[in-house]
């Protein structure tokens, strides 16, 4: 486990390595960082519950150097599997120091229908590492709000579907110091994300 000061200091280096990687383009030699870097969003401690039945907080349960937090759900017909495929791809791209560095975290945002025992079986089907969180809708949009992230009931379509106004649509990145930084839209491709996560574990080891 990481004490508290090595935690805060690759915090700081992973703030001071997004603003400089964002900057780099490839006239400079380097390769583009595809995410884009903004004033630290607050993350909230509030417990949600996972696919284990546990509870887990996007404080005090991200241990590890880099989260990626998705908001969406499970009948999603579109922009959440196209992240979400692309999320596990960026996951085979890396090497094996960087994939044990880093989590994925889907926050539903239709918890009435995205049960614990669905959210597995849907994210299994991606990675099965990768981390379902549920919960009442209204503390799901409180932990969404500070992170620039839209979550609110939508209308059910009639194929069954909801609006995809429900949710906005893009990856947060939360650090060690648990603030958010870096986020990636959802057209990011998954060299982008791999390369971007790689750039900043680098960095801050």
Not at 2 to 7: G, T, Y
Not at 31 to 56: E, N, R
Request: with cysteine; aromatic share 8%.
């Amino acid at each position: 486990m990481r004490s508290p000061l090595r935690r805060r200091g690759l915090a700081a280096a992973l703030a001071v390595l997004a603003l400089a990687v964002s900057a780099c383009g490839s006239s400079g030699g380097g390769t583009k960082f595809a995410g884009i870097t903004h004033d630290a969003y607050k993350v909230m401690p509030t417990a949600l519950t996972d696919t284990d039945d546990q509870p887990y907080s996007l404080v005090t349960d991200t241990a590890k150097p880099l989260t990626l937090v998705f908001f969406g759900y499970t009948h999603c017909p579109d922009y959440c599997p196209m992240v979400m495929s692309n999320l596990a791809s960026a996951m085979t791209r890396l090497d094996s120091a960087d994939r044990k560095r880093v989590d994925v975290v889907f926050v539903t945002t239709d918890p009435s229908r995205d049960t614990t025992t669905v959210l597995r079986r849907y994210l299994d089907h991606y990675d099965k590492s990768f981390i379902g969180l549920t919960g009442p809708i209204d503390t799901i949009a409180s932990i969404a709000e500070p992170m620039a992230v839209y979550v609110a009931q939508g209308q059910k379509l009639p194929d069954g579907g909801y609006d995809l106004n429900t949710h906005s649509t893009q990856v947060t990145a939360i650090g060690a110091d648990n603030e958010a930084r870096v986020l990636w839209t959802m057209d990011t491709s998954s060299a982008q994300y791999a390369a971007d996560i790689h750039a900043l574990l680098q960095k801050s080891a």
